[in-house]
Each structure stands twice: as structure tokens, then as C-alpha cells.
């Protein structure tokens, strides 16, 4: 008798929502307070759960939503890993996964540019590297698997699972020719001549690193994955909880700029604060890679035109990068801007190419109320991007005061 009482009273102990249990309770009387010690528990998890969503809730309109628009390459993506930089948890949940898109950048370069040296008709400078060519030629027929591979990597980053790693072994078996077709003149001159043969703007930091890239525990560091392209495909929404601001959470919308993914973007235009619009200012020169009759600045213009105007934004503020400068200022020393845009009259030099570019996406803008922050950025540059992070932080917390009317 005495051990079975012990044994209750141990059991009790253990149970926070049973404290008493009354004496000679009755087998029935024991299933009935059972009964209602259930219901309360129910009780009180469904006021948790009110309060969570409550505060969620609260914390949501308590935060910022920041769309980040623009055309393709603009760097949009590029901006969202800096934020991760600057103010997130960094790079390490992508870090592995970004071997493969490393990988798969190198080879698309080398492809673009033997696919030049091809249809220009010149041979290579060096005839021993012949053989690298014809090895890396043959590499035409998986071309289609490639490009497949860059959209499941995307995939496997979202998702964090996928051991596809057909990029890397591609790579690993080509990095010798791709190594010695980089050295070889003829290829160089057809990397200095060409801006329109789908190269991208990091191929020179990609083929420059091969060797590190080869090596069998190669981990990509955080200037590898800020310089790696691989296009965004739908919208993503990121949290950045910035301590010290108000609001502390910014819900940044990463789109996809590619014409075919413009379609995705209605969706997300309500309760915006503001868009951070990104344009590449190095792209006068260039030409759509979905449409090559469409000049990539023009483009950039128009688009920049129905953001601006589009009835959902006629209050919302926008934060202008005009990006890619350090590789306007490379360009302007050998291209000429009136060559690609008769009516600039100016000198081509930096101060005046950025002043003009800058007049006309300003000259888009039919409302003379509305806030068009200009930053000319370098998005690549981790250093830069601190500076016009907390400049973009300083405009939405003051759009917050003037919102709540303290200024
Ligand atoms: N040199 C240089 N490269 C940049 C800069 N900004 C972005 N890039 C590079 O440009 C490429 C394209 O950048 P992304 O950020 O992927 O462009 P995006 O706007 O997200 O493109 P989509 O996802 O197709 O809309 C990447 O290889 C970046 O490393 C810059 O300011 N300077
Ligand atoms: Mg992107």
C-alpha cells in the first residue's frame, strides 16, 4: 500500500498540469478531470498560438517591404547577398552549393568565347593547344544539359538538396584546356573585342582562378559567390532584422529580371515602402540576351518608365542604383556612348556619361512629388555596399517618421 502510494506521488510530480489529485477519487471522476484537464490544455495552446500570430502579425506591419526591380544582370541578387553579408547570417547555408554555379560560370565563359573564335574564322595562336579546343568543342552537345543544370542548381539552393554534380565533373575534366586556352592570344583578343557574345561581367575573375577552383576541397569564398551568376527565377522574400532601426525587419522581394519573369511580379506590388531599382549603367553598349534587337540600357529606361508611373507606386519612393561603375569607367575608355545613343552630346567621360544617364531615368518620372534617391553603386564591392546599405536604412526610417508625422 505504501509503495503504490509513493509510485502516484512520483508520477504526480512529473505532470505540470495534474498538481493535485483529490483523495478516493472515483474511477469515473478520474476520466472526467482528465477530460478537462485536455480541454484546458487545448485552451491554452490556442491562446499561444493567437498571441504568436498576434505578434507576427505586428512585426509585419512594423517592418518594411522593399522590392528589388530591375533588368536581368542589373545585380539585384548581388545586392540580396551583401545584405546577407552586412546584415544577415552570411553566406554559409549557400556556400557548398555555390561550387557547382562557380563551376558552371567558368565553363559557359570558355564556351562563349571558343564559340567566337570560331565563328570569327582566326585559329588559336598556339597550335598545341589545339587539342584543348577540339576537347572543349565537343562539350557543344551537352551545352542544353548545362544551362538545365544552372536551374537545378538554383533549385538545389533553394531547397538545399541535390548532389547533380554533372558542372563539377565537367569542369574538373576540362580545367587543364580551359586553363590553356585562357593563356593563348588569340582567345584574349576575342574576351577584349567582344561585349556581346553572352559573356558575363565576372568571366575575367572566373577564368583567372581556375586552378583554385580545380582543387578536389574547394570551397567558394564569400567574393567567388558575390562575382557567380546565376540568373533568379519567380520572386523570393528575405527577412533582415536590422537592430537599432524602426522598423528592425526590412522584407526584401528578390525578382527575376529576364522579360520572361516580369510576368511574376504584380503579385507583390501592395504595401511596398519602397523599390530599390537597379539599372547597369555599363550596359549602354549591350544587347538583351532574351531579345538582341533590344539595347540592355533602353530596356533598363522603359522598364525604369512603368515602375515609376504604375498606379500602385504613385507614393512609394524609389531608391535608384545605377550600378556596375567600376566597369563603366573600363568601358568608357575604349566605347564611345554617342555610338549607341545619338543624342548624347557630351564628353565621354565619367562625371558627364553618369550625369546623362542619370537625367534621362530621372526624366521618366511624371510626378514631381515623388522621392527618386540616386546611388551610383558597385554591387560586387562588399565595402561600398556598407555605405549605401545604411544610406537606403536612413531613407526608409525616415519615410517611417514622416509616415507616423514626426517630421
Ligand atoms: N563588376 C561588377 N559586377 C557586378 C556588379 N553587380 C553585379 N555584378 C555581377 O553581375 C552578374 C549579375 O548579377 P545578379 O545580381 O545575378 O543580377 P540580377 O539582377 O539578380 O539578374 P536576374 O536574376 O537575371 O534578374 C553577377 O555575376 C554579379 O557578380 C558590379 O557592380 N560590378
Ligand atoms: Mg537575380
Not at 366 to 381: G, L, P, Q, R
Request: proline share 3%.
Amino acid at each position: 500500500m505504501a509503495s503504490s502510494a509513493r509510485s502516484m506521488a512520483m508520477s504526480d510530480l512529473g505532470d505540470p498540469f495534474n498538481p493535485y489529485i483529490p483523495p478516493n477519487e472515483t474511477p469515473e471522476e478520474k476520466k472526467r478531470r482528465i477530460q478537462r484537464e485536455k480541454e484546458a490544455k487545448k485552451h491554452s495552446e490556442a491562446i499561444d498560438r493567437q498571441l504568436k500570430a498576434e505578434k507576427e502579425e505586428m512585426e509585419k506591419t512594423k517592418s518594411a517591404k522593399l522590392l528589388l526591380l530591375g533588368s536581368s544582370e542589373s545585380g539585384k541578387t548581388t545586392v540580396l547577398k551583401q545584405l546577407k553579408i552586412i546584415h544577415g547570417n552570411g553566406l554559409e547555408e549557400e556556400r557548398r552549393q555555390y561550387a557547382r554555379i562557380v563551376h558552371l560560370n567558368v565553363l559557359t565563359a570558355m564556351k562563349a568565347l571558343t564559340s567566337e573564335l570560331e565563328s570569327s574564322g582566326n585559329s588559336l595562336d598556339d597550335p598545341k593547344n589545339e587539342e584543348h579546343l577540339e576537347k572543349f568543342q565537343m562539350l557543344t552537345t551537352i551545352k542544353v544539359t548545362l544551362n538545365r543544370n544552372s536551374l537545378t542548381v538554383q533549385a538545389a539552393i533553394r531547397d538545399k538538396k541535390s548532389d547533380d554534380d554533372t558542372a563539377s565533373e565537367t569542369f574538373r575534366e576540362h580545367s587543364e584546356s580551359i586553363q590553356a586556352l585562357w593563356s593563348d592570344a588569340a582567345i584574349r583578343k576575342c574576351f577584349e573585342k567582344a561585349s556581346n557574345i553572352g559573356l558575363q561581367d565576372s568571366a575575367k575573375y572566373f577564368l583567372d582562378h581556375v586552378e583554385r577552383f580545380a582543387q578536389p576541397d574547394y570551397v567558394p569564398t564569400d567574393d567567388d559567390i558575390l562575382q557567380a551568376r546565376v540568373r533568379t527565377i519567380g520572386v523570393t522574400e528575405h527577412e533582415f532584422r536590422i537592430k537599432g532601426s524602426d522598423p528592425e525587419i526590412f522584407r526584401i522581394f528578390d525578382v527575376g529580371g529576364h522579360r520572361s519573369q516580369r510576368q511574376y511580379w504584380a503579385p507583390y506590388f501592395d504595401d511596398v515602402n519602397a523599390i530599390i531599382f537597379m539599372a547597369a549603367v555599363s550596359a549602354f553598349d549591350q544587347v538583351l540576351e532574351e531579345d538582341s534587337d533590344v539595347n540592355r540600357m533602353r530596356d533598363s529606361l522603359q522598364l525604369f518608365d512603368t515602375i515609376c508611373n504604375h498606379p500602385l507606386f504613385i507614393n512609394t519612393s524609389i531608391i535608384l542604383f545605377l550600378n556596375k561603375i567600376d566597369i563603366l569607367k573600363k568601358k568608357i575608355q575604349k566605347v564611345k556612348v554617342k555610338d549607341y545613343f545619338e543624342e548624347y552630346k557630351g564628353a565621354n567621360d565619367f562625371q558627364s556619361v553618369t550625369k546623362f544617364f542619370q537625367r534621362q531615368f530621372l526624366a521618366k518620372n511624371s510626378n514631381t512629388e515623388k522621392h527618386i534617391y540616386v546611388h551610383f553603386t558597385h554591387a560586387t564591392d562588399t565595402k561600398q555596399m556598407r555605405v549605401i546599405v545604411a544610406s537606403v536604412n536612413d531613407i526608409v526610417q525616415r519615410m517611417n517618421l514622416k509616415a507616423s508625422g514626426l517630421i
